[in-house]
T-cell receptor
Framework: SQTIHQWPATLVQPVGSPLSLECTVEGTSNPNLYWYRQAAGRGLQLLFY??????ISSEVPQNLSASRPQDRQFILSSKKLLLSDSGFYLCAWSIGTGEETQYFGPGTRLLVL | AQKVTQAQTEISVVEKEDVTLDCVYE???????LFWYKQPPSGELVFLIR??????QNEISGRYSWNFQKSTSSFNFTITASQVVDSAVYFCALSEAPGANSKLTFGKGITLSVRP
């Protein structure tokens, strides 16, 4: 069966510091991968998605970036965090052949101070 | 552009009551998919159901049931005999582009509190 992992689970970072969040999927090949952000008390916003290694599409302009160095690894990064980057970050995957259901990881809670 | 509206923001019920969570969607496509996810306090989104636009048959899974009506662009979710463990945020979502680039549009979520 497929599983999705995210780490760290929680993170407290000062403004201006770098960020690296990691997501890995097991049990499937060539998945579509997604990064979402959920601000406190709000819905989910799609940040990035990837249909293959090195292929990243950005949904919203921001100071975040994403990379997919391996088939089942998706990384969310920032060179300098802003206060507004605080939130709950969720990674998701779907089968990349027409299956639209997305399955989510446990998430990372990020607090920027 | 696609849009999902969950007009109810918070619902509070007493255990064993039935509760219906509303979802209204907008899309120009004839082929699309609708979803419900549950987000318990732990934060992880749990997939509950997927429905495609060609299948309006209602579905029942234990205490959960879903009513899909294309005529009113609604995909409502009913929990029968609610339990405390049903307390969570529930999201309705729409995928308009089946295939490799499918993206989900989420509603803002409904916070359900079930009191003992």
């Amino acid at each position: 069966s497929q599983t999705i992992h995210q780490w760290p689970a929680t993170l407290v970072q000062p403004v201006g510091s770098p960020l690296s969040l990691e997501c890995t999927v097991e049990g499937t090949s060539n998945p579509n991968l997604y990064w979402y952000r959920q601000a406190a008390g709000r819905g989910l916003q799609l940040l990035f998605y990837s249909v293959g290694i090195g292929q990243i599409s950005s949904e919203v302009p921001q100071n975040l970036s994403a990379s997919r160095p391996q088939d089942r690894q998706f990384i969310l990064s920032s060179k300098k965090l802003l206060l507004s980057d605080s939130g709950f970050y969720l990674c998701a995957w779907s089968i990349g052949t027409g299956e639209e259901t997305q399955y989510f990881g446990p998430g990372t809670r990020l607090l920027v101070l | 552009a696609q849009k999902v509206t969950q007009a109810q923001t918070e619902i509070s019920v007493v255990e064993k009551e039935d509760v219906t969570l509303d979802c209204v969607y907008e899309t120009r496509d004839t082929t699309y998919y609708l979803f419900w996810y549950k987000q318990p306090p732990s934060g992880e989104l749990v997939f509950l159901i997927r429905r495609n636009s060609f299948d309006e048959q209602n579905e029942i899974s234990g205490r959960y049931s879903w009513n899909f009506q294309k005529s009113t662009s609604s995909f409502n979710f009913t929990i029968t005999a609610s339990q405390v463990v049903d307390s969570a945020v529930y999201f309705c979502a729409l995928s308009e582009a089946p295939g490799a680039n499918s993206k989900l549009t989420f509603g803002k979520g409904i916070t359900l509190s079930v009191r003992p």
